[in-house]
């Protein structure tokens, strides 16, 4: 079964600063891996996907991340956060043979401080 | 362009009455959803369904009935609300049950039983 830990339940960070958000997952099958963000009080909002192809994924707002298969990683990036990223953010996983069911991390609550 | 509007927003239950929170997607999405979330434990499956008159259930099920009978509405129903079932109930769609294929989420329903 597949399973996705963010290592960070909150990351204060000051704006202009750059970010790293920790995703890894455990899965013993081919796994897609995605980034959601969710703004307060709103649904959540695809920010970027890996499906095949190029290890680093570049997605909406100056968002990347780099799939590392050997440490079954998919940490999110950004070089220089703004005040308006303030927001949770979930990385998902789905399976070979999960079709398009997602298995949520626990979210990291990004904070950016003027 | 609503693509997937929940009703209501917030409520709050008494332990034992029942509900049903609604969903409704506009984009003749096959492929629908719903998900629980609590603090730290990111989103979980409650129930799906990959077209009118299929569901199937997902990872947390108990206490929960669904059932779609047009592609464009998908209603989870509390039987009997308990309080363990206080949480924030997404809805979500995606055109189909492809592998990474996009999902779309609602802005959520905050459920409350006391």
């Known amino acids: 079964a597949q399973s996705v830990t963010q290592l960070d339940s909150q990351v204060p960070v000051f704006e202009e600063a750059p970010v790293e958000l920790r995703c890894n997952y455990s899965?013993?099958?081919?796994?897609?891996l995605f980034w959601y963000v969710q703004y307060p009080n709103q649904g959540l909002q695809l920010l970027l996907k890996?499906?095949?192809?190029?290890?680093l994924v570049k997605g909406i707002n100056g968002f990347e991340a780099e799939f590392n298969k050997s440490q079954t990683s998919f940490h999110l990036r950004k070089p220089s956060v703004h005040i308006s990223d303030t927001a949770e953010y979930f990385c998902a996983v789905s399976e070979n043979n999960a079709g398009n069911m997602l298995t949520f991390g626990g979210g990291t609550r990004l904070m950016v401080k003027p | 362009n609503a693509g997937v509007t929940q009703t209501p927003k917030f409520q709050v239950l008494k332990t034992g009455q029942s509900m049903t929170l609604q969903c409704a997607q506009d984009m003749n999405h096959e492929y629908m959803s719903w998900y629980r979330q609590d603090p730290g434990m990111g989103l979980r499956l409650i129930h799906y369904?990959?077209?009118?008159?299929?569901?199937d259930q997902g990872e947390v099920p108990n206490g929960y009935n669904v059932s779609r009978s047009t592609t464009e509405d998908f209603p989870l129903r509390l039987l009997s609300a308990a309080p363990s079932q206080t949480s924030v109930y997404f809805c979500?769609?995606?055109?189909?049950?492809?592998?990474?294929?996009?999902?779309?989420f609602g802005q959520g329903t905050r459920l409350t039983v006391v």
């Open positions: 899965s013993s099958v081919s796994v897609y």
């Open positions: 369904s990959v077209g009118a008159g299929i569901t």
């Open positions: 979500a769609s995606s055109y189909s049950m492809a592998r990474g294929t996009e999902a779309f």
């Open positions: 890996y499906l095949s192809g190029s290890t």
